[in-house]
Nanobody
Framework: QVQLVESGGGLVQAGGSLRLSCAAS????????LGWFRQAPGKERDFVAA????????YYADSVKGRFTITRDDAKNTVYLQMNSLKPEDTAVYFC????????????????????WGQGTQVTISS
């Protein structure tokens, strides 16, 4: 069983940056697909970014391309989301997700494909 714990959320002004971390315990996730999703109040949980294991291909939602970067450090069992040029519409609870299946293409954006989730961290961007 994998336990995921997010950190790094907070309140920043528009144009600022934050780096989210998600640490895994219980099992190495070297062979896990990893993703970040977010959920704003009253809205569905949306895909943000994902990274495969092995070749480490990355995928991003159109709304964050060029601003967010997902990386992983398998030695530390941690996945990161560097968020730059933040906008008020980025305000949401951010969740990390993991699954031992290897995803690609559209599958990475489907939250139902991920079997392990963190508790979420709040990100608030003020205008």
């Amino acid at each position: 069983q994998v336990q995921l714990v997010e950190s790094g959320g907070g309140l920043v002004q528009a144009g600022g940056s934050l780096r989210l971390s998600c640490a895994a315990s219980g099992r190495t996730f070297r062979w896990y697909s990893l993703g970040w999703f977010r959920q704003a109040p009253g809205k569905e949980r949306d895909f943000v970014a994902a990274i495969e294991w092995g070749d480490r291909n990355t995928y991003y939602a159109d709304s964050v391309k060029g601003r967010f970067t997902i990386t992983r450090d398998d030695a530390k069992n941690t996945v990161y989301l560097q968020m730059n040029s933040l906008k008020p519409e980025d305000t949401a609870v951010y969740f990390c997700a993991a699954d031992p299946q290897r995803f690609s293409g559209r599958a990475v954006a489907n939250s139902q494909n991920y079997g392990h989730w963190g508790q979420g961290t709040q990100v608030t961007i003020s205008s």
